[in-house]
Each structure stands twice: as structure tokens, then as C-alpha cells.
């Protein structure tokens, strides 16, 4: 149904812009900066985790990191705390997340980076990112890797809707206008990533719809079957 959803909603994507700068310090690829341990340099094992604005994935990603020691990596939070800084994307940040809009690649994955790269634990959890397959390509530029697996959080609209408002967080974007266009954002520009990544084989479906600790239940086994393999 969702499918049907994308062919109809439009809604525009910036173009990307990875300024010369940056593309010149990192097209090195992955790991860059990133930390030793014991003199070895660990492979990055990545998670990306989907899903509609509302469909438990920050809380999902609080049990995951207290049952599998991840590192929670939130876009959303890592932007909201840019936001705050005395960073000079301050204000185009707030407008862009006041409208339900996504915020310029080159800006996010640059944020991403810098905390994978001061991080002493390989295994991340990617909360919220990428949002778009303008996003999914910056990403794979910028570091120069891909995830291992992608969760997508499957919830229907009205469910999504009821929680985010009654999420009470204080967040500028958690209104009713603001939703209505995050959703729209959702459809038009995550889904075809989560496409993506379902024809790649990479995708875990989990229905987003019950109890935190239900929900848990079907996350759990992924991990496990992750861990498993990894050994
Ligand atoms: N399974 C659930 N049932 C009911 N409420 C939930 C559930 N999972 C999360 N919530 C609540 O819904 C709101 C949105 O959850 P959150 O994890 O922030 O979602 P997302 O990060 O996908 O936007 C929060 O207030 C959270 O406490
Ligand atoms: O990679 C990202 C992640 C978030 N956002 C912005 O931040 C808002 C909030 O994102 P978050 O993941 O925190 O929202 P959630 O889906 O958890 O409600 C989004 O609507 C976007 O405006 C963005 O531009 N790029
Ligand atoms: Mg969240």
C-alpha cells in the first residue's frame, strides 16, 4: 500500500552538496579516524533503524543498546543538539526541522561521523538516518560503508500520530501541522530506502504495533541471529 502511497506524494529533495572541503577529507573511506583498540582497528558493524516519525525507534534502540551494548547514534538528537551549539547550521536546522524537512546531507553525516569517530565501541545503531536515498549515497560517500542490516519499524499512521503527540518532549516539530509533513516526508523520500534495502536482502521488518516489551520480542532475534553469525 505504501508503494501506492510514493507514486503520489512529491514532495522535493535537496540536491546534494558535499562542498570540497569535506568530499576532499573524506573520500578516503571508512575507517578514517576511526579508534584502535589493542592496536587493531575494528570493522564498523552498522544498523540503520527506520521508521515513521513515532514508531518506537528511540525506544527500541534504548533496549537494543542495554541488551547488545550498541552505541545509540539518534540523527535526530545529534542535529537537535547542533541546534542548540553555537553552530552555524543553528538556524537552518531549526527551520528545516520546524517544517517536517530534512536537513542537508553533507550536514548530517558530518555530525554522524564525528561521533562514530570518537566512539571506542565498532557496533552503531543509526537512529533515524538515512532519510532519504540522497542521505543513503552521502553516507556511503562520506564514510565509505554500508550497514550490515537495516531495522524498519512498520506502524500505522494513526498509531504514529497518537504517540508522537502525546510524546511530550518539547520538541518544535511534535505538532500536528509539522507531523502531517514529516509523514508525507516519510513516504515520499525514507520508503524508497527502505525499498532499497529490502531488494539489497539487508531489511528486518518488525510490526511496530504493541507493548514496548512485545515489540522487543521480534527485535530480539535479529540481534541474536546477528551476533551468531558475527562469531
Ligand atoms: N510500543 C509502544 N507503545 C506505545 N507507546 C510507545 C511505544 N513505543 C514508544 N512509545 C512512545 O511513543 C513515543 C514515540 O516513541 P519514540 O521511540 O520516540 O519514536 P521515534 O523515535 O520513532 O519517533 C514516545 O513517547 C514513546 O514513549
Ligand atoms: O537524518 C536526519 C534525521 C532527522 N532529521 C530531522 O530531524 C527531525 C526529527 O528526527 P527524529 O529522528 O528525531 O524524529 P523521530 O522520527 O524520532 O520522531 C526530522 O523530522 C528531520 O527534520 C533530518 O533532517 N535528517
Ligand atoms: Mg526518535
Redesign the pocket.
Known amino acids: 500500500m505504501w508503494r501506492r502511497a510514493t507514486l503520489f506524494l512529491r514532495v522535493l529533495e535537496p540536491p546534494i552538496h558535499i562542498n570540497a572541503s569535506l568530499s576532499q577529507t573524506f573520500t578516503t573511506g571508512f575507517p578514517f579516524h576511526f579508534q584502535e583498540k589493542d592496536g587493531i582497528c575494528p570493522k564498523p558493524l552498522i544498523t540503520f533503524v527506520l521508521g515513521g516519525p513515532g514508531s518506537g ?2 525506544t527500541q534502540c534504548g533496549k537494543i543498546v542495554e541488551t547488545f551494548g550498541f552505541k545509540h547514534l ?1 540523527a ?1 538528537d545529534l542535529l537537535r543538539r547542533e541546534m542548540v551549539s553555537d553552530s552555524e547550521y543553528g538556524s537552518m536546522i531549526m527551520n528545516t526541522i520546524g517544517e517536517g524537512r530534512i536537513v542537508p546531507s553533507e550536514v548530517t553525516v558530518k555530525l554522524i561521523l564525528r561521533e562514530m569517530e570518537s566512539s571506542d565501541n565498532h557496533k552503531f545503531l543509526i ?2 538516518f538515512p532519510r532519504s536515498q540522497e542521505n543513503r549515497i552521502a553516507f556511503e560517500q562520506i564514510i565509505g560503508a554500508e550497514p550490515h542490516m537495516v531495522l524498519f519499524f512498520d506502524c500505522p499512521e494513526e498509531e504514529m500520530v497518537k504517540r508522537v503527540l502525546s510524546r511530550n518532549q518539547g520538541r518544535i516539530d511534535d505538532n500536528i501541522n509539522t507531523i502531517k509533513n514529516r509523514l508525507q516526508v516519510f513516504e515520499s523520500l525514507n520508503l524508497p530506502v527502505i525499498d532499497y534495502y529490502a531488494k539489497k536482502g539487508k531489511l528486518y521488518r518488525i510490526n511496530a504495533v504493541g507493548t514496548v516489551d512485545e515489540i522487543f520480542e521480534h527485535v530480539r532475534p535479529v540481534f541474536e541471529a546477528c551476533e551468531h553469525e558475527a562469531r
Open positions: 525507534k528511540g539518534s535526530g537512529d533515524g
